[in-house]
DNA sequence: TGTACATCAGTGAACGCGCGTTCACTGATGTAC
DNA sequence: TGTACATCAGTGAACGCGCGTTCACTGATGTAC
């Protein structure tokens, strides 16, 4: 692949013209391929087709890399599961199972971003801009749950919308790390993660009292009457 | 530090006489510190006071003394859960809830085996003898499941309990790592990781069906009666 | 009980390697006049 | 429209470092007789 790099060399000459740009992508593929431990500054530059200095015109060092990537990708989480949520239509349950759809297949699809994002390692509060960009798409889960808790069937009560977004998540982030990667050697399953987590989420409503009857099938479990919650009263 | 090195060498004379339980143990070390993607075979000899080709004498390669540290990681990981677990004493639905919490202490206890069990990024299956630890440990997460589905109240639908143990090991597994581990920069909680995981798996369990009266609360849900479970017909 | 010898566990020096990082440099680009 | 100059992005050579791995070796231990 020498000439190859030759060739770009060629084609672009002196200046490379959207460096930055290339060694995320460069680092995004590597990432995918040996995991977030093994990339490496220079390979990034490498494989960009440049010399193992000019990194260093566009990021501080190999951290401040890895860190604009999970924030990339915290973005175009947000972005994912905002249109996955659209505004809970058509309704507010099936939008619901849209979101955690939308979330197995941007861990499937982007496991690079996914890596970054979750299991590098980088502390979350480290960089400002990072922080927001993750809270923002946490947000997203959040208002998902909101929405849905107001919906609660009379005479049950209002779960808080925070516990049930934190339920949400930790339901997806489990079901995506351990079941729901493309690295060939995972554990085998009777069923596909989408489905597991779909049928997770929906036995969560439905012990929370929500009605779960968009599905194909027999009558809806009646709203368990006047109990409380099983964390303690709503507020 | 390096007295300490004369010391031990001192003391211990040639031959280190447990050598490769000193590895493993300064192996854990590392990872607890570095995670498991910043250790190293090196590190792991100076660290037991022996020349960096000592190793070579008890594991193949870093690979080797990984997947021993993970192997030895899902066998202390079951034996707790089967403590937790107690044969399902005193009633099943608090034995379930223990082995909830002996998860995430166990991920909190000992974040170095965790790291390597669940997050060292090395296949599962390249082992035949780790793939079966690891299978053992799910055992009895499964066991406990089946447990559980067999007391299904008379008109509820019994829950395969496959289904049932998966979503318990993705919930777990989905607090713990997201916010059960002891390193500093963790996310903010409303609510302890322990509670959080306990309310999610009583919602789900009610969910199912399952009356869980057990804890200090008012009168329980009463079982929805002859609805179908959400997952479809039961078998 | 003592001696000879085989086996084993750890030594230490050496190697090649790739990484991160620095440096003075140079080619390209844009802008002021 | 052309020229001079400042700025910028990338070069390539060099460095020190620590790692993984190998090798012939040696000290310790156990065992046969």
Redesign the interface.
Known sequence: MSWRKEERRAERGYHHGNLKEALLQAALGLIAEK????FTFADAARMAGVSPAAPYRHFRDRDELLSSIAQRGFEQFEALLTQAWDDGRPDTVSAFQRLGKAYLAFARNEPAFYSAM??S?L????NATLLVASERAFAIIRAASERLAALAPPGVPRPPA??MA??I???????A???GRGD????K???SPE???E??V???????GFP?DR?P??????P?G???????ASR
Chains 1, 2 share one sequence.
Not at 184 to 187: F, I, P, S, T
Not at 226 to 232: F, I, K, L, V
Request: proline residues 12%.
């Open positions: 995991g977030a431990a093994g979750f299991e390692g502390p979350v509060d480290s925070m516990m934190l339920h998540w930790s339901m997806s982030h489990g079901v790390s351990l079941f060939a050697a995972r554990r399953l009777p069923m489905d597991l987590l049928a997770e929906l036995i969560y409503l439905r012990g929370l779960t599905r099938e027999p009558p809806p479990v009646p368990a006047g109990a409380s919650g099983p964390w303690g």
